[in-house]
């Protein structure tokens, strides 16, 4: 148990609203990031987080903004959702050894319909 | 783009024998490689990964094997058990800050009696 939750564990919504999904860890990892599972496409990273306030964009970034003001949480929002928006969404968290790299540990995840 | 790539969706494969898993990638920036586990409703669990400098890791049942020329790995399980039926996806990382990962599509195991 990499001590990571998320909230909602679903959830449904209408086109055009705005939608907030949290990530939260109790392991003190640097780096936090935001993933989609969508059949035929695997795991598609949206944003990550390398620290307090400090976010970059991944493969799939439009549409999606981010937050991080505390080590423990990494917010997800939906500005306006859209029914592309629809997916299973897993907040992963991990510390990059001193080679840069590092297992990720993944949440439980979210699930997300946009009607 | 798909940059990795598991060209089988699914694999059946009898308790007691042999699973072996396919991933191919295309980024010669990639140098490290990991293989995750994932049952329904829940978050991919961790298995095993490699890194570059090496061409094969094992851990338990689990070996990896990577050829860099081919720009393959694959994944062994031995010998397999009806608990590792699941959806596997592999995924590399490199090119880059981050340690972001890039995944397959996945390929679905199923352990048959």
Known sequence: DAGITQSPRHKVTETGTPVTLRCHQTENHRYMYWYRQDPGHGLRLIHYSYGVKDTDKGEVSDGYSVSRSKTEDFLLTLESATSSQTSVYFCAIGTPD?????????????????? | DQQVKQNSPSLSVQ?????????????SMFDYFLW?????AEGPTFLISISSI???????RFTVFLNK?????????????PGDSAVYFCAAAGGGGGNKLTFGTGTQLKVEL
Request: hydrophobic share 25%; proline share 7%.
């Open chain 2, 69 to 81: 020329s081919a720009k393959h790995l694959s994944l062994h399980i031995v010998p397999s058990q």
């Open chain 1, 98 to 115: 001193p080679s840069g790299y590092n297992e990720q540990f993944f949440g439980p995840g979210t699930r997300l319909t946009v009607l």
């Open chain 2, 15 to 27: 308790e007691g024998r042999i699973s072996i898993l396919n991933c191919d990638y295309t980024n």
């Open chain 2, 54 to 60: 090496k061409d094969k890791n094992e851990d338990g």
């Open chain 2, 36 to 40: 995750y586990k994932k049952y329904p």
